[in-house]
Every structure is written in structure tokens, then in C-alpha cells.
């Protein structure tokens, strides 16, 4: 899995999956849109306005938390 994220156009996109097969782009709202294969499998997730969409419940960063363990790490967004 990997994040990325483009501050000139202020996108994130979440790739679960490297694309190997041909996938459509479903649009969810005007701000997430989904890559799905046919089977089903979701490739990515694209954030449109990503630092607000990002932002909005931990202030300037990204928590990344394991479920299982408890372990939270932190990582800073970058400023857009």
C-alpha cells in the first residue's frame, strides 16, 4: 500500500494494488473517486482537495494506527 500525494494539485491518492489489469474510475463524490478491476478488486482511492480531506480530524497530520497492536505513528502532511 502507498501513499502519495501532489500538493501542486492537492491530490492523495491510496494505492492498495499496482494496476495489472484494466480498471474504471468511480466516481463516489466530487472529491473521491475509486479505481476498481472487474472482479471487484479496488486498485486506489483519489482524494481530490486532499489537505482538507486529510486534516479534518487530526489537525496537520496523517495517524497511521495498527488495530491489532495499538501502535500509532504520526506523520506530518505537507502544508498546501
Do not use: C, F, W
Request: negative net charge; proline residues 4%.
Amino acid at each position: 500500500m502507498k501513499l502519495s500525494y501532489d500538493p501542486q494539485q492537492n491530490i492523495a491518492y491510496l494505492r492498495l494494488h499496482t494496476k495489472t489489469t484494466q480498471v474504471k474510475t468511480v466516481r463516489v463524490s466530487d472529491e473521491i473517486h475509486v479505481d476498481v478491476a472487474p472482479d471487484g478488486t479496488v486498485y486506489g482511492i483519489e482524494l481530490l482537495n486532499a489537505n482538507t480531506q486529510l486534516r479534518q480530524e487530526d489537525g496537520d497530520r496523517l495517524v497511521l494506527v495498527n488495530e491489532v497492536t495499538g501502535e500509532h505513528k504520526e506523520v506530518a502532511l505537507p502544508l498546501s
